[in-house]
């Protein structure tokens, strides 16, 4: 293992099991660092006005997350975020009007450049019917109001800043629909081997 911070970053649908993987992954030299959306003051009142809080919910997720990375890049020679700066991407891309969405990008450019690169995208793919079941199952009250529609859109704005990554970026796709690592022990093993190994040329 080299000396440098490893960050690895996890991104996917709502509901497509980012949390429960970086949880997988949190241990043997590896730091979990989880967002924490209730601390988002703009949170609910997005969920009630998406077009009218949009902006400031979507910059203040992306501060959040760039703090707790910067904290954990100071201390910390890995660690795997259930987040991600393109995820927060996606979400403006969606949510914003591109005047809004230019500003963004600015902010997020900039934090960008104040953390160590990424060693690792773990990119989560799921179908948004099934994400839209999980989402109602876990029965968060301000959640009640997504759609079938947002999802898919969220899923395809993801896709497309995925894919528009330079080639230097490493990225591993998971099927978490297809590899139950929820709740089936081997598969908990094998995306840990899969991301061992998809570490392996750092």
Request: charge should be positive; glycine fraction near 4%.
């Amino acid at each position: 293992m080299s000396g440098h911070t490893r960050r690895i970053e996890i991104c996917g649908g709502i509901a497509s099991g980012k949390t429960t993987l970086a949880r997988i992954l949190t241990g043997n030299g590896v730091v979990g660092v989880f967002e924490n959306f209730r601390t988002n003051p703009f949170y609910t009142a997005f969920y009630r006005d998406p077009c009218g809080t949009a902006f400031e919910t979507e910059i203040t997720f992306l501060l959040q997350h760039y703090h707790q990375q910067k904290v954990a890049a100071s201390s910390s020679r890995t660690f795997c975020a259930d987040f991600s700066m393109i995820l927060d991407h996606a979400y403006a891309a969606v949510t914003l009007s591109p005047a809004k969405l230019k500003v963004f990008r600015s902010v997020q450019m900039h934090a960008e450049s104040g953390l160590p690169p990424r060693s690792l995208l773990i990119q989560l793919k799921c179908p948004p019917e099934i994400e839209l079941k999980r989402v109602m199952r876990r029965r968060r009250n301000p959640e009640r109001v997504i759609t079938l529609a947002y999802l898919s859109k969220i899923n395809d704005a993801l896709s497309i800043r995925a894919e528009s990554l330079p080639r230097r970026e490493k990225i591993l796709l998971i099927d978490s629909n297809e590899i139950n690592f929820a709740k089936d022990r081997h598969a908990q093993e094998e995306v840990r081997a899969r991301v061992t190994s998809a570490l392996t040329d750092d």
